[in-house]
């Protein structure tokens, strides 16, 4: 069976990213994939400065790094901050950057996110996609930005635009064929 680790940017309670990283997560199981949901909150991490290295590193980085390598599937759902990435998940990825295993280069990443604008995330991913690419990372194409958050969910906590539910389901269609030919 397929596996797939899920986890949001955000540790903010009620945040919106660890809905869409819940979702998401449903949406893998629905397929057939055995899905580990983690939280940064439980990875926590100094502020990454070189002069940490080596005797400095934390555990959790290299914990963390060896969940990406165990899984087939890693789906990230991030706010976007100043038109960017929040510092919680760039400190994350940065410190994964520095440990082994180098947790890059095994899995299928999917990205997305959820931001209280409507253009929901757009330059979050892009900045994401594009670091994750330069670092070797595969991700998924489908694009899953959505906002305004405000009027994203159901009240039941389902995604409430038929678009986004197509993209998702593309998404996982995407995540649950692609490989990277090894784990
Ligand atoms: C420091 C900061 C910067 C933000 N910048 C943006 C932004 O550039 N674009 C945007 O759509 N929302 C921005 N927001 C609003 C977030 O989209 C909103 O707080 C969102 O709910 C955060 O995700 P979360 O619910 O998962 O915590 C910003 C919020 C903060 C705290």
Do not use: C
């Not at 055995?34 to 939280?39: A, D, F, Y």
């Not at 976007?80 to 410190?95: D, F, H, M």
């Not at 253009?119 to 998924?140: C, E, P």
């Amino acid at each position: 069976m397929p596996t797939a680790l899920t986890l949001s940017g955000s540790i903010r309670t009620g945040s919106f990213n660890q809905k869409l990283a819940d979702i998401m997560g449903a949406r893998l199981r629905a397929a057939g994939v055995e899905v580990t949901p983690v939280s940064l909150k439980d990875f926590e991490m100094p502020i990454f400065n070189e002069d940490l290295e080596p005797d400095n590193v934390p555990q959790t980085a290299i914990r963390l790094a060896r969940l990406f390598v165990s899984h087939n599937i890693v789906f990230i759902a991030t706010p976007e901050y100043n038109g960017g990435l929040p510092p919680l998940l760039v400190n994350a990825l940065t410190w994964l950057s520095r440990v082994e295993p180098w947790p890059f280069e095994s899995s299928v990443f999917g990205i997305g996110g959820v931001s209280s604008g409507k253009y929901g995330t757009i330059w979050a991913q892009s900045h994401l996609r594009d670091s994750l690419t330069k670092i070797g990372t595969l991700v998924v194409p489908t694009l899953l930005g959505i906002g305004p958050a405000s009027s994203a969910f159901t009240e039941e906590g389902d995604i409430a635009e038929k678009a986004i539910n197509r993209k998702i389901d593309r998404m996982i269609g995407e995540l649950t064929h692609f490989s990277r030919g090894g784990v």
